[in-house]
């Protein structure tokens, strides 16, 4: 069974400061996975999504990068912003499963 | 399109009583899964809908849980009767495929507090 990991649980960051969340799972045979965004109170917004056959992922200020064979995933903020407190989560969908296990997040806070 | 739409937002009830959740998924969305949020065991999958048929409910806590979707535009997650450990935010989200290769769509969730 896939298991994802996220460590730090929380992490607090300048305001313009570059930044690397990390993610980690299990079974490297990994068919894709998600990087999502969590506000207080609210549902989880996809921001990445990268294939097992992609490396990397690109969406304006936010990279996602997926090395299967270490059993790990990267998102990278780049020039921080207050807005982009939140909490992190990622998730993986094993082969053969199609069903996404989540990671419990990584909760960001960026001070201006 | 609205999003997922999921009511109540909040639901406070008293240990024993049935509580239902319900859920409208995206427009033209095949897939509809369930999921319960606490802080201890994170985000866990309940259940999934493919064009309305339950494919996989192994994630169902318990027999006092049960889930429908009777057409392509409505899901209930019922809990009967309700105990203080199922308090939790569930939610509700919608695809165009598999998880394993599309967006999934979350709505705003459901606050339960079973006293």
């Known amino acids: 069974k896939q298991e994802v990991t996220q460590i730090p649980a929380a992490l607090s960051v300048p305001e313009g400061e570059n930044l690397v969340l990390n993610c980690s799972f299990t079974d490297s045979a990994i068919y894709n996975l998600q990087w999502f965004r969590q506000d207080p109170g609210k549902g989880l917004t996809s921001l990445l999504l990268i294939q097992s056959s992609q490396r990397e992922q690109t969406s304006g200020r936010l990279n996602a990068s997926l090395d299967k064979s270490s059993g790990r995933s990267t998102l990278y903020i780049a020039a921080s912003q207050p807005g982009d407190s939140a909490t992190y989560l990622c998730a993986g969908a094993g082969a053969g499963s199609y069903q996404l296990t989540f990671g419990k997040g990584t909760k960001l806070s960026v001070i201006p | 399109d609205a999003g997922v739409i999921q009511s109540p937002r909040h639901e406070v009830t008293e240990m024993g009583q049935e509580v239902t959740l319900r859920c409208k998924p995206i427009?033209?969305?095949?897939?509809l899964f369930w999921y319960r949020q606490t802080m201890m065991r994170g985000l866990e999958l309940l259940i999934y809908f493919n064009n309305n048929v339950p494919i996989d409910d192994s994630g169902m806590p318990e027999d006092r849980f049960s889930a429908k979707m009777p057409n392509a535009s409505f899901s209930t997650l019922k809990i009967q009767p309700s105990e203080p450990r199922d308090s939790a935010v569930y939610f509700c989200a919608s695809s165009l495929s598999p998880t394993g290769t599309g967006e999934l769509f979350f709505g705003e969730g459901s606050r339960l507090t079973v006293l």
């Open positions: 427009s033209g969305h095949d897939y």
